[in-house]
């Protein structure tokens, strides 16, 4: 791999990270590793507070799976993609940072699962979005699990089941898309979003991050239940902390917060 085809770059406390796989910024398995790699490591930086996922050029965020590599044996879709999975971040422990997908094209089969791993996705008015994986006689894994827990399940069987595309308006109609915002402004609209979280306070994010995954699944009240078992670290971390009372204190002296994460 030329080390290009990932490109990594630290703004302030926001970490950038740039497929840069011309054309479409297709996924081996190499790559998918050090993805895994890339967000591992900025999982455990306690510098870094957000993370921005985008891709090169203005037509592919990601067409997922590189299907060429694939021909050619160098990729198995039943390969180690690494510690994160698939792209790096659906599967890493532990992630619980925010990660933003700045979607600057056409988010493909698992470029648009790794779109989905994202907490929160901005879009530009082209972006489009599609699950071909019927048409080749295979299963969309990652989508067919989150996918109908994200959107309607009537709009996901439809993606699921034909494959077609789906414009930046629908998707935002139904809620897989936050914002949409012209190619010109995509980055700086991303960088914002990653300031205003990397000024946040980083144990809530964490302990919202770990809340969600372990009650995925669960009704509501034995997801209370959950949280008073005091089974969550990140929650315990949280009102064991610091930063738990400097939140009540900031209010009473009337000023910002300072958040130490501590």
């Known amino acids: 791999m030329n080390v290009d085809e990932l490109k990594t770059t630290r703004v302030g406390k926001v970490l950038e990270v740039t497929l840069n796989r011309p054309s479409a910024n297709a996924i081996d398995t190499f790559t998918s590793r050090r993805m895994g790699k890339i967000f591992e490591e900025f999982r455990d930086d306690p510098d870094l507070k957000c993370a921005i996922i985008t891709g090169s050029g203005e037509k592919f965020f990601s067409a997922g799976w590189d299907l060429k590599a694939a021909a050619k044996g160098d990729s198995q879709a039943d390969d180690d993609f690494g510690v994160g999975g698939f792209g790096g971040i659906q599967?890493?422990?532990?992630?619980?940072?925010?990660?933003?997908?700045?979607?600057?094209?056409?988010?493909?089969?698992?470029?648009?699962?790794?779109?989905?791993?994202?907490?929160?996705?901005?879009?530009?008015?082209?972006?489009?979005?599609?699950l071909p994986e019927i048409k080749a006689g295979t299963l969309a894994d990652a989508a067919t699990i989150k996918l109908p827990r994200r959107i309607p399940y009537h709009v996901a069987m439809d993606l699921l089941f034909t494959g077609r595309w789906m414009g930046a308006p629908e998707a935002k109609h139904w809620g897989l898309v936050n914002e949409i915002v012209s190619t010109k402004h995509l980055m700086t609209r991303a960088h914002e979003i990653g300031k205003l979280l990397s000024g946040g306070p980083p144990l809530v994010f964490a302990a919202v991050k770990e809340v969600?995954?372990?009650?995925?699944?669960?009704?509501?009240?034995?997801?209370?239940?959950?949280?008073?078992?005091?089974?969550?670290?990140?929650?315990?971390?949280?009102?064991?902390?610091?930063?738990?009372?400097?939140?009540?204190?900031?209010?009473?002296?009337?000023?910002?917060?300072?958040?130490?994460?501590?």
Do not use: C
């Open 91 to 130: 599967e890493l422990p532990a992630l619980n940072k925010p990660i933003v997908a700045a979607v600057n094209g056409m988010a493909v089969g698992g470029g648009l699962e790794l779109m989905m791993s994202a907490d929160i996705v901005i879009a530009v008015e082209n972006a489009r979005f599609s």
């Open 212 to 262: 969600i995954r372990m009650t995925e699944g669960l009704t509501v009240q034995e997801s209370f239940d959950l949280l008073r078992s005091r089974k969550s670290s990140a929650l315990n971390k949280l009102y064991a902390s610091d930063d738990h009372k400097e939140g009540p204190r900031a209010f009473v002296e009337k000023r910002l917060p300072v958040w130490k994460g501590r």
